[in-house]
């Protein structure tokens, strides 16, 4: 999970007031404009910042102190963080400040549960065809503490612990705060606790537009990413990971 400090003690947001209307934003560092912002959240009582997708995944329950985020500008306020991609330097632009409707979107609406849903069932029918023993729901206590649940974890051989877990993470692209540095957020957040689990292999299953960054963010932290918009991926991706494992596990039984 990327946490970017305590936040001061002051209650008003630094506002990039520099630049005219229409302008590209730059970062006030180095002068590029190859950089993005994003919506995240401050909470209040610790000070800690984070993605809304964070704070989501997490049910709003703040990852450090483990209190839970209720009302806004009393518990959490939003703010605009803008990252810089050349020199890495991490600024608050601004407070945010959303419609009703956007407010709404934080929570899971029908349509996305809907989907949900069908993915479920989608997973179930792939482990049920290839005959693989699975579990739904699973939570597991990791080497911290801390109990993670993972939507499905499954079993190759029979063994204690499950060999590759699978996670989905649903959320609906058209949300004006979902952009590919919250993408990162998640990525980050679920490899962490991946370790923690003690468990190597995991799929992925999220929407994101299609980039090489996220690819290789997850090449490089053992997952295998799934675009939730491409069902048949998550079917030749499990194969191709199962042929890996089993693979792994008779050249380890050889030597």
């Known amino acids: 999970m ?22 590209k934003p ?13 919506i995240c959240i401050e909470h209040l009582p610790c000070g800690y ?9 997490n049910n709003f329950v703040c990852p450090r102190c483990g209190r839970k ?21 991490i ?11 956007a407010e709404g979107s934080v929570h899971a609406d ?13 997973v179930e029918d792939v482990l049920a065809k290839l005959g693989l023993r699975y579990v739904r729901d699973y939570r597991v206590r990791g080497l911290s503490g801390a109990v993670h649940r993972w939507d499905f974890a499954v079993w190759l051989p029979d063994g204690k612990q499950p060999d590759l877990l699978i996670k989905l993470r649903l959320t609906n692209l058209s949300k004006p705060f979902l952009k590919p540095l919250d993408n990162i957020f998640d990525i980050l957040s679920i490899a962490i606790k991946k ?6 292999h995991l799929i992925l299953i999220m929407n994101y537009e299609g980039t090489d960054n996220l690819l290789k963010t997850c090449e ?3 997952i295998k990413l799934v675009s939730a918009n491409h069902k048949e991926l998550f079917a030749e991706t499990l194969k191709h990971l199962v042929r890996t494992i089993r693979g792994l596990d008779r050249t380890g039984s050889s030597k």
């Open 49 to 57: 910042m984070a993605s809304i997708a964070t704070f989501e995944f």
């Open 110 to 122: 029908r349509a996305q549960q809907k989907n949900l849903s069908s993915w479920m069932g989608y």
């Open 195 to 200: 370790a923690d689990s003690d468990i190597k």
């Open 26 to 38: 730059v970062c006030e560092t180095c002068g590029s404009t190859n950089v993005s912002d994003a």
């Open 2 to 23: 990327l946490e970017i400090g305590r936040s001061s003690s002051s209650s008003s947001a630094s506002v990039d007031q520099g630049s005219p209307a229409g302008s």
């Open 69 to 89: 985020l209720v009302k806004e500008n009393v518990d959490y306020r939003k703010i605009i963080l803008r990252i810089c991609h050349d020199c890495g330097h």
């Open 91 to 101: 600024e608050r632009v601004k407070e945010a400040t959303l419609s009703k409707g």
């Open 220 to 222: 490089e932290l053992d």
